[in-house]
């Protein structure tokens, strides 16, 4: 295990040339991090979970019965043992051959199966209710996070002159604040990738697992290696439009359809303007550039590039759903389920809410044409950290 863990810190691939774990050991006249400043995050990622059931069940709650959002889940599908066994062991999204099979097996018409299995899908969703109140947490802390680094980052050098992240690197002091910020969003980070097994399923789950583990590696990367200071940049330059998603997925909740779509048109702005224009011209500038000039490369440089890099892959991404999702509403006026959810479930082919709206008018003889508003009760949002 010795050997192990002397190959893992390698002192040539983590530091800079001439630089040694010694050299960063904490003395009284500085602090600098170490690694196992991080072993706290785990219990602490624990906490705010205990903390999250704290607050939706007395909070969070509370705030969505006030606004009238109903607990009831969607209709569940008529009890059927042979469907049922289907469903459970078989395919949840039976092709026709099956459906022709137990058709003749139950003597019901293809229709009435296909719209069992629908409701049955549909049935594992969560309420309404349960999707407001883990928004509502995301809010709260989001909104807290954001407002601490704005708080901290704004007295910091470094905020107005990137360059200052890389002078007398890596013997830059670690201070209370940045080590607060840190254990903080790295907690809250490692708690999101356990919940992700427990949440709503959602149908980026993968695209939302890997951001949580390259989110959880950079922040990791950064502070072992001493990059904290534009760490601190990244982490708060990503805060800002997240407030924003989960308070548009709120007011979507609510029936608050013009501020949501205030709320998701701001999102909309913020999020492309920080992810595909300040990203890449602010940080990615100076970790890339900056630091090679500054610093010069070494084997964890590279590493932590890399997974910025990644993480830009992931903002174009989402920037593409998001502008997707923008012009659907445009253009026809509403917006099905679509690949920018993050807030629905797994299932791609759950009946859109609005078409069967729209069916059910036709049916009646008054079909209406959507209006805008139709983008508030048929959109979901993506959701980036």
């Known amino acids: 295990m010795a050997g192990i863990l002397a190959w893992f810190w390698n002192e040539r691939f983590w530091l800079p040339h001439n630089v040694t774990w010694a050299d960063l050991k904490n003395t009284d006249e500085a ?7 991080l072993y706290l995050a785990c219990p602490l990622a624990f906490c705010i979970f205990m903390v999250r059931l704290l607050f939706e069940r007395f909070i969070a709650r509370p705030c969505a019965v006030g606004l009238k959002i109903q607990a009831n889940g969607p209709k569940k599908a008529q009890p059927n043992a042979i469907l049922e066994k289907v ?47 883990e928004s509502m947490w995301r809010f709260a802390f989001y909104l807290y996070i954001f407002t601490y680094g704005v708080r901290f980052l704004k007295k910091t050098p470094w905020l107005w002159n990137t360059k200052e992240c890389w002078y007398n690197y890596p013997y830059q002091p670690l201070t209370v604040d940045i080590h607060y910020y840190y254990v903080l969003e790295l907690s809250f980070y490692l ?28 922040i990791t990367f950064s502070y072992v290696n001493n990059m904290a200071r534009v760490g601190s940049l990244v982490m708060c330059l990503h805060d800002v439009a997240d407030v924003l998603i989960e308070a548009a997925k ?88 679509d690949d920018c959810s993050d807030i629905e479930s797994s299932s791609d082919e759950d009946e859109n809410p609005s078409k069967q709206k729209t069916h059910n008018s036709a049916t009646n003889g008054t079909n209406k044409p959507h209006g805008t508003n139709g983008f508030l009760t048929g959109t979901s949002y993506p959701d980036e950290h």
């Open 31 to 37: 602090t600098f991090p170490q690694a196992e400043d």
């Open 87 to 133: 469903f459970t062991a078989i395919t949840k999204h039976p092709d026709e051959k099956r459906l022709e099979g137990l058709s003749k097996q139950l003597d019901w018409d293809v229709r009435t199966i296909q719209r069992w299995f629908r409701q049955r899908r549909n049935q594992e969703k969560p309420s309404t209710l349960a999707r407001f109140c």
């Open 191 to 218: 708690s999101l990738l356990f919940s992700q097994f427990t949440d709503i399923r959602r149908k980026d789950f993968l695209i939302m697992f890997l951001h949580h583990v390259a989110t959880i590696s950079l």
């Open 250 to 337: 709120m007011a979507n909740y609510a029936r608050c359809q013009i501020l949501c779509n205030l709320l998701f048109a701001m999102f909309a702005l913020v999020f492309i303007s920080s992810r595909l224009a300040a990203y890449p011209v602010w940080i990615l500038n100076t970790t890339l550039f900056e630091s090679w000039e500054i610093v010069g490369p070494y084997p964890s440089w590279w590493v932590f590039n890399l997974l910025l890099i990644l993480l830009q892959l992931l903002h174009s991404y989402w920037s593409y759903l998001i502008v997707k999702t923008a012009y659907q509403a445009i253009s026809k006026g509403k917006v099905s389920k």
